[in-house]
């Protein structure tokens, strides 16, 4: 097999969940050309995303546009790139279409989701007859060069460096996903009593939000970088923190790529269909609501009681347990290597 075309997601946390298979697809066909097909601008990033993905060779952006514009768009491609397979990962059938009318020699799509396993297992499921064995990591993967972290540094600075670092990302694709910005007040001056640096993350719609929390904390020690980063930075950035506190969106998803600790808050929407992915450094705050998981259709008119359920001593504690965990496993570490010293 030569040459692999993936036709990926949209949306930033969607498609981080496909890096899986892209390794897999990278470990079963070494020598392949693996390129990507996906979402690209300030709504759709997926593209951006998947620049820093090790086993993809080529981001191709999805055209701006409906339906037909993108299926014309997906059949050119496949046209003149010769590709041995195509893999559609989004469950749309007509992308599905479009590979087949194109002349690909093989289409790998995923099914109409689940609502009881990890969209990323799912997907792994839809290419598992490709790869002999059914070989995957569970782990999501992103790189980050010294250059990026370097740069992250410096943005940040070095007197917030010298503390543990916590990054507070306050932004969700949906209000109902969203912890109130009180919350976040609460938990920013538990922080700084906790002799820990505070990074406020998140996008441009995000921006009133952080300059209000700003204003309450009133502390130096704390760093607005909401709408000033690109992708790129905000990775980078995540990836020298400590940890993340994060509803269920992309920053969850690049802290378990990069193996930052992360404390996600979930709500509207099920953990254990969208949760962090193939880590153990994780803590999940989830009040499994009645009316809950509800979606994009919420019926509480607006009050979220599912996100305000969620307290700040709560997150505290799941911080400090990971902190605790990460003690122990240095601990551990070295009991291991003492062990294995005397036994020399």
């Known amino acids: 097999m030569n040459r692999i075309l993936v036709v990926n997601m949209n949306y930033l946390g969607d498609a981080l969940m496909t890096t899986p298979v892209h390794a897999a697809l990278r470990r079963t066909y070494p020598t392949a050309q693996i ?14 995303i998947l620049e820093l ?44 279409f479009t590979a087949l009318a194109a002349g690909a020699r093989v289409v790998v799509a995923m099914p109409a989701r689940s609502t009881d396993r990890h969209m990323t297992d799912q997907m792994m499921d839809a290419v598992a007859s490709i790869i002999p064995g059914h070989s995957f990591d569970r782990t999501l993967t992103l790189a980050v060069g010294e250059h990026d972290r370097q740069r992250s ?34 938990l920013a001056q538990e922080l700084l009593q906790s002799k820990s640096s505070v990074l406020l993350l998140g996008g441009h719609a995000d921006e009133e939000n952080a300059k209000q929390i700003v204003a309450a904390v009133n502390d130096s020690r704390v760093l607005n970088l909401v709408g000033k980063t690109s992708i790129r930075e905000l990775v980078s950035i995540i990836d020298i923190c400590s940890a993340v506190v994060t509803a269920d969106t992309a920053a969850m998803h690049i802290a378990t790529a990069v193996g930052t600790d992360v404390v996600a808050l979930f709500g509207s929407t099920d953990p254990q269909l969208t949760g962090p992915y193939g880590t153990k ?14 979606g994009n259709h919420p019926t509480c008119n607006g009050a979220f009681t599912c996100m305000r359920s969620i307290s700040v001593e709560e997150v505290v504690v799941a911080l400090n347990a990971l902190k605790f965990s990460a003690s122990k496993s240095v601990k551990a570490l070295a009991a291991e290597s003492a062990v294995q010293l005397t036994g020399m």
């Open 153 to 186: 540094r410096e943005i940040v600075g070095a007197e917030r460096l010298a503390q543990p670092l916590t990054g507070l990302n306050l932004g969700a694709s949906r209000p109902q996903k969203r912890w109130p910005d009180e919350r976040f007040i609460g």
């Open 281 to 294: 450094r994780c803590q999940v705050l989830y009040h499994n609501l009645e009316c809950a998981p509800c």
């Open 35 to 48: 390129d990507v097909i996906a979402g690209n601008g300030s709504a759709y990033a997926a593209a951006s």
């Open 53 to 96: 993905d090790p086993n993809v060779d080529s981001v191709i952006p999805r055209v701006h546009g409906g339906a037909w514009t993108r299926c014309h768009q997906l059949y050119t491609l496949i046209r003149a790139g010769s590709y041995d397979v195509v893999v559609v990962l989004p469950p749309i059938q007509v992308y599905q």
